[in-house]
T-cell receptor, first 111, second 114 residues
Framework: GEDVEQSLFLSVREGDSSVINCTYTDSSSTYLYWYKQEPGAGLQLLTYIFSNMDMKQDQRLTVLLNKKDKHLSLRIADTQTGDSAIYFCAENPGGYNKLIFGAGTRLAVHP | NAGVTQTPKFQVLKTGQSMTLQCAQDMNHEYMSWYRQDPGMGLRLIHYSVGAGITDQGEVPNGYNVSRSTTEDFPLRLLSAAPSQTSVYFC?????????????FGDGTRLSIL
């Protein structure tokens, strides 16, 4: 079946790196996504990676994909208080836009 | 360019009432969808549309209707509201249904059913 698993909470010190992990189940997914949700707001697309890639870097963000293990991670370098939010991992079974989301990881950044 | 606009932002209903959640996008996107977000769960797909005049069911369609008479608008109707429909509703759009065109989300409608 289709399922996306994430740890629910992560706490890091300001300036450290954050790593948010995700596992998915559907090998037919062609893209994996990371969305960010700030309190009271909608979902903001952070980045996404094609399933044939194993890494994508975009400024402070690094996405690693292990397709064999169906494991996705998001690394945020030099984490700032503005990075405090809920981060959602999502897959697209069958390659279409009917996304399956994880429950979200709440990232708390403390001084 | 407003992106995806949802109205209202907040709504309280009584059980049995009906209402329509509005969603509009000004990006000429063909693909639009509705999700609901419940505590401790990821977003779940309610209905989606690949273009004007075409709609289909997602994972949790019961209790909801949609229509797509124009490219810009994709309203979600609750026919007879139930407390289980208390949730945050998000509308999203993308240029097409292919996965290399990520979806853009609205800010959500927070709905409470008493």
């Amino acid at each position: 079946g289709e399922d996306v698993e994430q740890s629910l909470f992560l706490s890091v010190r300001e300036g450290d790196s954050s790593v948010i992990n995700c596992t998915y189940t559907d090998s037919s997914s062609t893209y994996l996504y990371w969305y960010k949700q700030e309190p009271g707001a909608g979902l903001q697309l952070l980045t996404y990676i094609f399933s044939n890639m194993d890494m994508k870097q975009d400024q402070r963000l690094t996405v690693l994909l292990n397709k064999k293990d169906k494991h996705l991670s998001l690394r945020i370098a030099d984490t700032q208080t503005g990075d405090s939010a809920i981060y959602f991992c999502a897959e697209n079974p069958g390659g279409y836009n009917k996304l399956i989301f994880g429950a979200g990881t709440r990232l708390a950044v403390h001084p | 360019n407003a992106g995806v606009t949802q109205t209202p932002k907040f709504q309280v209903l009584k059980t049995g009432q009906s209402m329509t959640l509005q969603c509009a996008q000004d990006m000429n996107h063909e693909y639009m969808s509705w999700y609901r977000q419940d505590p401790g769960m990821g977003l779940r797909l309610i209905h989606y549309s690949v273009g004007a005049g075409i709609t289909d069911q997602g994972e949790v369609p019961n209790g909801y209707n949609v229509s797509r008479s124009t490219t810009e608008d994709f309203p979600l109707r609750l026919l007879s509201a139930a407390p289980s429909q208390t949730s945050v509703y998000f509308c999203a759009s993308s240029p097409g249904q292919n996965s290399n065109q990520p979806q853009h989300f609205g800010d959500g409608t927070r709905l409470s059913i008493l």
